[in-house]
């Protein structure tokens, strides 16, 4: 199987909790999975922390996008550049998965499903403290749009990894998200 697993979460969130359970949960698959190949995909920056990762199965991705640049500027031209750049790396790859590792970035608010063709998408939630405290934290209307394309992705990958039992409950409870569609698989690597 081929297994891509989207870099936002290590390189957005560098040496914060999310970055170091994605980047460890990264490499704990890989080298818990030695018949799969794993693609670590990256559009944000060339990242030192993946390159200690030796496996035979370990596949570094690196394409510059000028993302910053891009949003910045917004506009249909990003994403029909983000779009044509994930349908040909998940067709040149034979991508099985794309797993998506912090849905709350501002690249993964853009991923429109149909750019993954066949491959299943997964993504892993962490919270959603920003909306259950929207008052707090999604008090401007441009911060609550945003947050709310994020959570419309959401709803179109085909499974959910929540870390823990209250965010997979809070998502059905505030955000009526399929339970079936959640797994808890809490976060406990490294």
């Given amino acids: 199987m081929n297994i891509a697993f989207d870099a936002t979460g290590i390189e957005v969130w560098k040496g914060s909790g999310i970055g170091n359970y994605t980047l460890n949960q ?18 944000i920056a060339d990242s030192p922390l993946i390159d200690a990762i030796t496996a035979a199965n370990f596949h570094k991705i690196f394409i510059y996008t000028g993302i910053d640049e891009f949003i910045q500027k917004g506009g249909e031209q990003y994403y029909q550049l983000l779009g044509s750049i994930i349908k040909n ?21 853009l991923y429109k499903r149909e750019w993954f063709k066949d491959a299943a998408v997964i993504a892993s939630v962490y919270d ?15 911060m609550f749009n945003w947050y ?5 992705m959401l709803r179109t990958v085909d499974r959910l990894l929540a ?14 998200f399929n339970p079936d569609n959640i797994d808890v698989i809490y976060g406990g690597v490294g």
Avoid at 94 to 108: E, H, K, L, M, Q
């Fill in 89 to 109: 790396f998940i067709t040149e790859y034979s991508i099985d998965i794309f797993y998506i590792t912090a849905p709350f970035t501002y690249s993964a608010a």
């Fill in 148 to 152: 709310i394309s994020c959570i419309n």
């Fill in 26 to 43: 990264f490499k704990a698959m890989a080298s818990a999975s030695p018949q799969d190949e794993f693609y670590y995909f990256n559009i």
């Fill in 163 to 176: 870390i823990s039992m209250s965010v997979k409950e809070d998502m059905v409870k505030h955000l009526s």
């Fill in 128 to 142: 959603i403290i920003p909306y259950v405290m929207r008052e707090v934290y999604l008090n401007q209307e441009e």
